[in-house]
């Protein structure tokens, strides 16, 4: 793996493309002075970004460049690596025929990044449906991402969820599964794995001398000393005691209902949470729009909104950029930091 350098700009991969990804990406450009951003080229295909910067009435000239030309261009015009396939422009409606181009501007965006000519991975938005429905084999983005690092690297990869926004970083161990499997998925080693690839990444990429983790338990009350079901004390808790003997700085399990109010939150860097919601619901309230999705535990940088691709809205210029130039801006503060893992 290449050091990423700040002195390269971003690729950001165009997600689907009837969602809001073309716009939140052309809207981030139109506000890059004022945004201060760091310079990024998308990889998706440029007629149809062309066209949705028609849709929104904005002037936005759209230039095919390879990825060591972007510096240069990003000034001047939104920088896009063109895709081999070529997607269909229809804001709001997913086709089954664009999944290949989203695919690829992830393949594309991940091996420029490896290959050292981009700083970090920038995603937009993917609808997970349509991809399914097309064959694709991955809960999202986090897991692809990991198959893609190891296919890379040739070396396992376990990918950490992590939701950051100003006010609250969570981290979900089990993510993108059935709530009725989250109970057996979670294992004592799964739950320690986490926390220390929380624990190496928040040192290495977010400049955290010693991150304070609190970890919150999987039933009411984190079990109620087994009164309220005996995963907390069985599971939870051994490994919180075995990251503690080799030197983390971890707390819990910790009642989850108590764990996010203001003043639990200053206890702590983040949050590690045993399944999806626990984690993106109190991320979600407190910093929606200001809130990233990062992937801990990879070889390269990946940041992402927070938000989906929310259909409704795709083409009427009502989709916030905020979420994604927090995403664009913490990849490149990450690549400052400038460390990739060991
Ligand atoms: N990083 C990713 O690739 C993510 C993808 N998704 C996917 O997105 C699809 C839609 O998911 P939903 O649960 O509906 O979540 P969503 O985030 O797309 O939408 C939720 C609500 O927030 C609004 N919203 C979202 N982003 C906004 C923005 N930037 N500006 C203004 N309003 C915004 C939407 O209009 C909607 O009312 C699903 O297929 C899901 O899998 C969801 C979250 C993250
Ligand atoms: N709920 C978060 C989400 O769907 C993003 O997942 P990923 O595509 O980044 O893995």
Not at 69 to 90: G, I, K, N, W
Not at 122 to 145: C, M, N, Q, R, S
Not at 276 to 301: C, Y
Request: aromatic fraction near 4%.
């Amino acid at each position: 793996m290449t050091t990423p350098s700040t002195r390269l700009p971003l690729a950001v991969s165009c997600g689907e493309p009837s969602g809001i990804g073309p716009d939140i990406i052309l809207t981030a450009w139109t506000m890059r002075a004022e945004s201060d951003l760091p310079p990024f080229f998308c990889v998706g295909d440029p007629a149809q970004l062309a066209a949705r910067a028609r849709m929104l009435n904005f002037d936005v000239p759209v230039t095919i460049v390879e990825p060591g030309q972007a510096m240069a261009t990003f000034a001047d015009a939104l920088p896009v690596v063109p895709l081999s396939h070529r997607v269909e422009e229809r804001p709001g409606t997913p086709l089954a025929g664009n999944a290949a181009g989203t695919i690829e501007a992830i393949d594309r965006a991940v091996a420029l990044t490896v290959a050292g000519e981009a700083s970090g991975v920038v995603t937009a938005p993917i609808a997970k449906k349509p991809l399914y429905d097309a064959g694709f084999a991955h809960p999202g983005h986090t897991e692809y991402l990991a198959e893609l690092a190891a296919s890379h690297t040739g070396t396992r990869v376990r990918p950490v969820m992590m939701i950051a926004g100003p006010r609250l970083r969570t981290i979900p161990v089990t993510i993108h599964i059935p709530l009725a499997d989250v109970p057996v998925a979670l294992t004592t080693d799964l739950i320690a794995e986490t926390i220390r690839i929380a624990d190496g990444d928040l040192k290495r990429r977010f400049g955290i001398a010693r991150p304070r983790i609190a970890v919150a338990g999987l039933n009411p009350h984190a079990g109620e000393d087994g009164a309220l079901g005996t995963e907390d004390t069985a599971i939870v808790a051994p490994a919180v005691d075995q990251v503690r003997a080799e030197g983390i700085d971890a707390s819990g399990p910790l009642p989850a209902d108590t764990m996010f109010h203001a003043a639990a939150r200053e206890t702590y860097d983040v949050a590690v949470c045993m399944y999806h919601d626990q984690a993106l619901i109190p991320a979600k309230a407190l910093d929606f729009d200001l809130g990233v999705n990062v992937t801990l535990g990879l070889p390269f940088i990946r940041t992402s909104p927070d938000h989906g691709t929310a259909f409704a809205i795709a083409g009427t210029g009502a989709a916030r950029p905020a979420s994604f130039i927090a995403a664009l801006t913490m990849a490149a503060q990450m690549a400052a930091n400038g460390r990739a893992p060991a």
